[in-house]
């Protein structure tokens, strides 16, 4: 029988291989090495002939096309050339200058000219905001918790108003963002970086996830993304087949596949950690996590994306960002959806040993930069893969090193922390609780997007820790905070 193939490599993108670090075939997309599994539809799967793992394929192309569709989404409304016949066409002024001549001024606001289609554009960002004071007065409102009714109460405007100014206030905090992030990038050797995916909206039950990845030292939010489009269509195949186009697109048909409780008030760690890969091995595809779901609430428009797109997506970006960097650093929860899409991502770095990819699990109370006296290891799951469990004062934490390093747990256990993105993402949770979870958004999630990049520009830039000072500010790139007024300015 002829060796079934791969799905095509994109752009020399070929993210299909045996995942298992031990194995002879990591890292290695020769065909002659696997079996293709396709005989059953719900685990389209490679099988390594070394070592019997079973990654799950993934459509190439489709990754850079979710690549492509975040990028967009994140970019809209920047200035940038609006020819799309050029090459120019979306790369935005603020992080592309080069690409661009300043070209006068259109009444207060900045003009450009593309250097090489000579059209012109407008930045309508950069003059004076002529609402910034009803603004500054919503976001006060906003993030004192009041809901969309009384703020619209108050203001005396209609909710439509409020949604156009929520918009806008959005649109220039992408703009603000798109500054620092790039300043943040262009001075690093070396990043490290807290991971995590959680619900969107944790009592909907819609499929949706949010991804954040956060600097460890500072909080600041480097990237988030969210594996819902507003604006395409659910997927025509009900099973995820990864050699058809659009594959990427989850359909509104949902067919649950198992059904595992998560393990709630283990005292041990070994025995959540252990129970963890119990409930992932349940997943038809281990790196999608609504194999867990019993049901799903799709939205009522637009289209969910299969979460593992996402994930690659979202480290590609961050692959893209900080390429430059001698070392990164990984850290995130027990998860294969976010885990096998770094491994992926970062295969380069992982053979030349530039990067360290970490699973990081602690009760909230365990102390920063300590390790326990006693480490205890295991190995766990079907992976077997390698813990480092510790305890300290009844508290406790476990690591796993995911591209190889041993013998040096006690430096990992001080080291790693996945603490600042899950708490990023607790305190919009916090801030905004009747938003997030009114009934009638349960299948609306569209209407949180522009909340997400108006919070990520306020966290990093606006909020103060106890000691009043910003994320931004840790990382030296502002020298005080930014008040509400210059957010919108
Ligand atoms: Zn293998
Ligand atoms: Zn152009």
Redesign the pocket.
């Known amino acids: 029988m002829p060796t079934e193939k791969l799905p095509l490599a994109a752009k020399g993108l070929q993210l299909n291989f045996c995942k298992t670090l031990a194995c002879d075939n990591f890292g290695d997309s020769d065909e002659q090495h696997y079996l293709v599994q396709r005989t059953n539809p719900k685990r389209p799967a490679l099988v390594c002939r070394k070592c019997g793992a079973f990654p799950p394929l993934i459509n190439n192309q489709e990754v850079l096309n979710e690549l492509a569709r975040q990028q967009q989404v994140q970019s809209h409304s920047l200035p940038s ?1 609006n ?1 799309s016949e ?4 979306g790369f935005d002024v603020l992080t592309h200058r080069e690409l661009y001549h300043a070209f006068g001024y259109s009444g207060d606001r900045q003009r450009y000219r ?6 012109t554009f407008v930045d309508k960002w950069s003059g004076e905001n002529q609402k910034s004071l009803i603004q500054q007065k919503l976001l006060g409102f906003l993030f004192t918790g009041y809901s969309v009714r009384e703020i619209c109460r108050r203001l005396h405007i209609n909710p439509k108003t409020f949604y156009d100014h929520i918009n806008q206030i959005a649109s220039r905090c992408r703009r603000h963002m798109s500054l620092f992030d790039s300043r943040l990038q262009h001075d690093r050797t070396s990043i490290q970086l807290a991971s995590n995916a959680t619900p969107l909206q944790p009592l909907s039950n819609n499929g949706v996830f949010w991804y954040a990845s956060a600097e460890v030292n500072s909080g600041y939010v480097i990237a988030q993304h969210i594996n819902y489009s507003e604006t395409d269509e659910p997927g025509t195949l009900l099973d995820h087949d990864p050699f058809q186009e659009n594959a990427q697109y989850l359909s509104n048909t949902f067919v649950n596949e198992a059904n595992s409780q998560p393990a709630i008030g283990s005292k041990s760690i070994f025995k959540r950690v252990d129970h963890k890969y119990q409930e992932i091995l349940a997943r038809a595809n281990v790196e999608d996590p609504l194999g867990n779901y019993v049901s799903l609430n799709y939205p009522s428009k637009g289209a969910i994306i299969r979460p593992p797109y996402t994930s690659h997506a979202h480290f590609l970006e961050i692959q893209k960002a900080f390429s430059h960097c001698d070392s990164i650093e990984i850290y995130m929860p027990q998860e294969p959806m976010l885990r096998s899409a770094a491994m992926s991502i970062f295969l380069e770095r992982i053979k030349e040993n530039s990067i360290d990819l970490l699973y990081v699990t602690q009760d909230i109370a365990f102390p920063t930069e300590e390790s326990g006296d006693k480490i205890d290891i295991h190995l766990v799951g079907w992976w077997r893969d390698r813990w480092a469990f510790t305890e300290i004062n009844g508290q406790h934490k476990g690591i796993c090193h995911l591209n190889g390093a041993e013998h040096n747990e006690a430096y990992w256990l001080k080291r790693a922390s996945a603490t600042v993105a899950n708490e990023y993402q607790t305190r919009f949770y916090n801030q905004f609780t009747n938003l997030v979870n009114e009934p009638r958004r349960k299948l609306r999630p569209a209407s949180l997007l522009p909340l997400l990049d108006i919070f990520r520009a306020w966290h990093n830039l606006c909020h103060q820790d106890k000691l009043g000072i910003t994320p931004a500010q840790k990382l030296g790139l502002i020298s005080k905070p930014i008040t509400l007024a210059e957010l919108l300015s």
């Open positions: 050339c020819n050029c090459e120019h066409f593309c250097k090489s289609c000579a059209s």
